[in-house]
């Protein structure tokens, strides 16, 4: 792994002004671990910011949104900070903070078909991708699947309907944006991984994601692409 700065700035020549990108989380550690999700095909609430989506027939994911395929967590940039809005991305889809240990080594924009992306990469400490899948798999993603049936069931329509029942259940802890399926740890340095990874490539749907991880094979592990 090379020898990383407190935290690099690398925009790709893009602007200031043009410098505004959706922004993903990747979270990984020095052994080349890192979190990797699966978005779901259908997603029936989205309550960050106070969202107010609730939708009991499903949204539907598949159409150029990469629904049912590999994703990391991230989102639209409101804070034109990458880090800060990666930070927040993952809370909200995950449905807890990234742990403790993480710390903001990276962060990159580029573009990818005519648009620009960003990514902020965190390193933790080993040990603790392992644990934070744990918990978003043990926990976090039941409960929202839990929330789902309930949406379905009773017909939800209304945030605070949904706001309710959590209360009412003590949910917790739970993603506000029911948008990914499932998280998986893999290893950047797997080559049967990788080549899953170089398969996205060029993909409208999902693309950017091979990008952003092939810059941590490449710039942060001195691995060949």
């Not at 909200?92 to 403790?100: F, R």
Request: aromatic letters at 12%; hydrophobic letters at 30%.
């Amino acid at each position: 792994m090379s020898s990383d700065p407190t935290v690099t700035h690398d925009k790709d020549g893009i602007s200031d002004a043009k410098a505004k990108p959706p922004a993903y989380a990747v979270l990984y550690d020095k052994v080349g671990t890192f979190l990797i999700a699966t978005k779901r095909t259908k997603a029936y609430y989205y309550l960050s910011e106070n969202g107010e989506t609730v939708n009991y027939n499903g949204i539907d994911l598949t159409q150029k949104k990469g629904g049912g395929l590999n994703a990391l967590p991230g989102g639209r940039n409101d804070e034109n900070d990458t880090e800060k809005c990666a930070r927040r991305e993952f809370l909200e889809e995950t449905g807890i903070n990234l742990p403790p240990s993480a710390v903001s080594t990276r962060t990159i924009i580029r573009s990818f078909e005519g648009n620009s992306y960003s990514a902020a990469y965190f390193l933790a400490d080993v040990g603790d991708v392992a644990s934070t899948y744990s918990t978003i798999s043990s926990y976090s993603f039941p409960n929202s699947n839990k929330i789902v049936a309930q949406i379905i069931k009773e017909k939800y329509t209304k945030r605070a309907q949904v706001m309710d029942y959590v209360n009412r259940e003590n949910i917790s802890p739970w993603p506000m944006d029911n948008e990914l399926d499932s998280v998986a740890c893999w290893n950047i340095k797997n080559e049967n991984q990788w080549k899953t990874i170089q398969k996205w490539k060029g993909n409208q749907a999902i693309g950017w994601y091979y990008e952003i991880l092939k810059y941590m094979r490449v710039d942060i592990f001195d691995l060949s692409a």
